[in-house]
């Protein structure tokens, strides 16, 4: 059995970017977003998150940004796909409580299939939410993963860019 992630969080983020769960190679290498096809630390970058793109292996140095990591659930597999609705079930009381524990201004949603699960919603458009998720407002992103083919990096860069141009200062 992989090793469960360790999250890189803090008290009042700005964003907590929150992943479905982890891949079995970020959980084996210990690091966020370590599969060669996962294209987070990439987006990151090119919408305007940070100075320079952030290696797997360097992924705590996200907190410097003010940004954490966190995902809905902690078992780690290939696939999203592999988790069931009672593992969504199990997760949600723990999810929200680390929430209202760190108080993010923002919790950004990797894909729709963790925020479905712990709304209830049925239906939900990405970007900015109109309902708060224990305190934070909730923008709602597409998913990096290199297995998710529907977003083109393009367009992925798109959509982490309204959050981003959303939260700066003007």
């Known amino acids: 059995m992989p090793p469960i992630l360790t999250d890189l969080i803090a008290q009042n983020l700005t964003v907590i970017f929150c992943g479905i769960n982890p891949g079995l190679k970020s959980a084996w290498d210990g690091h966020h977003f370590s599969g060669r096809s996962n294209r987070f630390w990439k987006v990151l970058h090119q919408a305007g998150f940070t100075p320079h793109e952030i290696a797997p292996v360097n992924d705590a140095s996200i907190l410097d940004f003010g940004y ?3 995902t809905a659930v902690a078992r780690a597999t290939v696939r999203a796909d592999e988790l069931s609705k009672d593992e969504f079930a199990d997760s949600i009381e723990a999810f929200k409580f680390k ?3 760190y108080k993010p201004k923002y919790i950004a949603f990797l894909g729709k299939p963790a925020y ?9 458009q990405w970007g ?5 998720f224990c305190g934070a407002r909730v923008w709602v992103l597409p998913n990096p993963s290199g297995l998710n083919r529907g977003f083109t990096l393009a367009d992925l860069v798109t959509h982490y860019k309204e959050l981003h ?6």
């Open 99 to 101: 929430m209202t524990h």
């Open 68 to 70: 954490g990591l966190t």
């Open 165 to 170: 141009e959303a939260i700066s200062p003007i």
């Open 116 to 124: 479905i699960a712990f709304s209830g919603k049925k239906l939900i």
């Open 128 to 132: 900015l939410q109109v309902e708060e």
